[in-house]
């Protein structure tokens, strides 16, 4: 069964730069669009970022200036990057696969405090 | 940006019931419509796509319809597994967005 598993720091301070990496069980990168959505305690969800297996990306307007998206086929990864964190940034971010979102890693809780 | 609206904001039903759960496009998003179910602590499930496609090993009691701007889940029968909050979201335009969310919890 393919699963997305994800990791990165779960604390940080503001004006600290976020940093995740997310991998694939199966190395299955091609064919897929790969995304970070993220979802505020108690609230709904928001796409940030995709990116397809050639390193096509597209952002949230919202965020652009912000983030930056990146995959590595040869380690089967693909990463998110947001900078200048404030604590309305602090959310429980998902990696998932799909044009269609049919597969979500485990989720990482990301708190942003001084 | 499209915006989705879901209602109600809560249904409160009973198992066995008919659940019918509504989400309004700000524009018309053709059928390019997802339905999302999460239970606490986990990550969404994709349910239906493409607006009445049902995803793998989706039951057959899940089952959407709509077009344009109005779109609806039905479960035909809830089950106890199915209390959970569930979520619309459109890919017709960039970026993708998500509904509110409406609850479905116990009677």
């Known amino acids: 069964q393919v699963q997305l598993r994800q990791w990165g720091a779960g604390l940080l301070k503001p004006s600290e730069t976020l940093s995740l990496t997310c991998t694939v069980s199966?190395?299955?990168?091609?064919?897929?669009?790969w995304s970070w959505i993220r979802q505020p305690p108690g609230r709904g969800l928001e796409l940030l970022a995709e990116i397809n297996h050639s390193g096509t990306s597209i952002y949230n307007p919202s965020l652009e200036s912000r983030l930056t998206i990146s995959v590595d086929t040869s380690k089967n990864h693909f990463s998110l990057k947001m900078t200048s964190l404030t604590a309305a940034d602090t959310a429980t971010y998902y990696c998932v696969r799909g044009a269609w979102f049919d597969l979500w890693g485990q989720g990482t809780l990301v708190t942003v405090s001084s | 940006e499209v915006v989705l609206t879901q209602s109600p904001g809560t249904l409160s039903l009973s198992p066995g019931e008919r659940a019918t759960l509504s989400c309004r496009a700000s524009?018309?998003?053709?059928?390019?419509i997802a339905w999302y179910q999460q239970k606490p602590g986990q990550a969404p499930r994709l349910l239906i796509y493409?607006?009445?496609t049902r995803a793998t090993g989706i039951p057959a009691r899940f089952s959407g319809s709509g077009s344009g701007t109005e779109f609806t889940l039905t479960i035909s029968s809830l089950e106890a597994e199915d209390f959970a909050v569930y979520y619309c979201?459109?890919?017709?335009?960039?970026?993708?967005?998500f509904g509110q969310g409406t609850k479905v919890e116990i009677k």
């Open positions: 979201q459109q890919r017709s335009d960039w970026p993708p967005t």
């Open positions: 199966d190395g299955s990168f091609t064919g897929y669009y």
């Open positions: 493409d607006a009445y």
């Open positions: 524009q018309s998003v053709s059928r390019y």
